[in-house]
């Protein structure tokens, strides 16, 4: 059985993830500021109330998994280096960590000025130091950039790497869900890559929904 921390718990697209991983042979641990703000959590689920820049609140919660999944905001970056001292600590390697299009610039034309606008530039600059502390971490790494969200129930996605252009404006939470899950039951996969994710056929200089 794969033991899996959810870092986050409480969002949209954990809670979709933590529904799918539920289904798999999997042994869940949500981690959250509030745990009250975790809507149906999968039964028998572990739940844990804690602060992710708290590195001792978080070295309990690591302790003993093979996966962690991050899904968080605001300081990201400080949090981003909680959790990778806590992983080094307890010996724990994989990791797979959500950033945001556009933390490098990557984002083409005029779609991506109005991301950057939108967004806001110390926003993204957040993200883009919280993915630099991921990739220099030295753990097997996944950090996933994703176009803006939907709730469309549907699983349809395409990637791109790093240095490459980002493609289309949206995705469903559905399908980064679906893409966290299959990276869980396939570990080896995706490692050390930085994937911007988008649905395949919504490019454009607006959101295409």
């Known amino acids: 059985m794969t033991n899996v921390l959810i870092v986050g718990a409480s969002g949209q697209i954990a809670s979709r993830a933590a529904a799918l991983l539920a289904e798999a042979d999997v042994e869940l641990t949500l981690f959250a500021r509030s745990a009250r703000r975790i809507q149906h959590a999968p039964d028998g689920a572990r739940v844990i109330e804690g602060d992710a820049t708290d590195v001792t609140a978080l070295r309990d919660a690591v302790r003993g998994q ?33 950033t945001a299009l556009g933390i490098y610039d990557e984002v083409p034309g005029e779609f991506g000025r109005w ?10 600059d957040a993200y883009a130091r919280a993915s630099d502390v991921v ?53 080896d996969t995706h490692v050390d890559e930085n994937l911007g994710v988008n649905k395949p056929g919504t490019d454009g200089d607006r959101l295409v929904w």
């Not at 709730?151 to 240095?163: G, M, W």
């Open 115 to 124: 991301n950057r606008a939108t967004i806001g530039g110390s926003t993204l």
């Open 135 to 187: 990739e220099s971490s030295g753990l097997d790494y996944t950090v996933l950039r994703p176009a803006w969200l939907s709730d469309a129930d549907e699983v349809s996605y395409e990637t791109t790497q790093r240095d490459e252009p980002f493609r289309g404006t949206t995705v469903s939470r559905k399908s980064v869900a679906a893409l966290i899950a299959d990276i869980v039951a396939h570990p």
């Open 66 to 98: 093979d996966v962690v999944y991050a899904n968080l905001a605001g300081n990201i970056d400080r949090q981003a280096a909680a959790i990778v001292e806590a992983m080094r600590t307890e010996g724990v390697r994989r990791l797979i960590f959500i």
